[in-house]
């Protein structure tokens, strides 16, 4: 993904759902997501980090 593109996303991201707020504007690791999903009380069935370039997790949890 180039710079351009990177920038497109962005745009377009923000134009949806608008600025993040402060407390999660910096990236997770899988343990700080999974970690944060079972403090509301899921739980983890399975934890994938998805993507060559741009990175994405991938989490799919239950209820408990």
Same mark, same amino acid.
């Given at each position: +993904?180039?710079?351009?593109? !990177? +920038? !497109?996303?962005?745009i377009r991201y923000l134009k949806k759902w608008g600025m993040l707020p402060r407390y999660v504007r910096h990236n997770l690791s899988p343990d700080e997501l999974v970690s944060f999903v079972e403090n509301i009380d899921f739980k983890v069935e399975e934890v994938r980090l998805l993507g060559d370039k741009t990175k994405a997790l991938y989490l799919r949890g239950r209820k408990e």
């Open positions: +993904m180039n710079w351009f593109e !990177k +920038m !497109k996303l962005g």
